[in-house]
């Protein structure tokens, strides 16, 4: 196939028909690995839209490249959705293309009256942590301990299913400026890091009662988590393991997961998150 060079011929739209849904559960086996009793079938799919859920497609011309579906939920005693899944097919990446299935889901929602979305990801990937937070301006205040269970369904999944509950409030004044503009700028306290990235490659864990003296608390992760366990699964699970205990610590301390910004250090390239001292979800809205 020709390296994609442009996207003006690919259309968002509902997904809609026995066709378009099995379209759906193929791309999810492409995308993520899963074995057939892990994706969600054309069932589910049909009942969750047909109950206000929303299922979205991004197609050029009749093939589907890309999608997002999420579902009615209930969120600290509002209605919410909860988004499930995001995809778009490697060929079509960096194209913008997952921002537009994300804001085409959020008008979708202004329409039914929902101001709150939430979804996971997995906090080691920084591709989606730089997505969420950077240029959706998502916040989280839950690191969820293998909330799909330890056992690996996925390729993606060896290293523990780990993830971050994040919360985009659709209507807020954040959310507002960080879709009006792209490669937002983090502005950081001269804080020590929780967790840091040693020229090994390997994470290092700083003093705990340090990194949680100031307004701001950061943790740093690899730029490439995926490569990096290709070469050492070991390697990955010190960076599950530390990290783990970087966001707990924090977020016990009453600290918000706020943002997330790609950084170099000579010729490292690493990711760092900035969490936020006395911040609640509420004050965001
Ligand atoms: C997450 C996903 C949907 C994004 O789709 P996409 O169409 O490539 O997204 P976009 O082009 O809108 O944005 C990707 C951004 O990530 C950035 N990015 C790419 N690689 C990155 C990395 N290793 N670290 C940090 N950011 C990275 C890109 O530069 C781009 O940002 P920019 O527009 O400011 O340059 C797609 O990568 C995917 O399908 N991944 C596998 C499934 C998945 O993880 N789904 C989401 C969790 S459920």
New binding site residues.
Partial sequence: MAALTETSSIVIRDIDGGAEMRAVEELQQE??GLPDLDIVPLTQLVAAKAAGGVLLG?FDHETLI?FAYGFVSYENGEMAHH????????A???????????LAQRERLLVQGITMMT????PL???????NF??LGVVSDRYLINFYGDDAASF?LRNGTDRLWVTWLLTSRRVHERLDK??FKLEFERVIPLVQLGIDDSPSRNNLPEGLSHEQALIEIP??INALERQSSELAFEWRDATRWAFNEAIAAGYLVVD?S?QSRGDQRF?IYLLSRGKRLGDFV
Wanted: glycine letters at 10%; zero cysteines.
């Fill in positions: 995308v993520w991004a890309g988004s499930h899944m995001l995809a778009v097919k490697p079509y990446r960096n194209f913008n293309l997952g921002h537009k299935l994300k979804w996971t990801f997995d990937q920084s591709l989606n942590a730089y997505f950077n240029k993606l792209t490669g730029a490439d997330f790609r990711g």
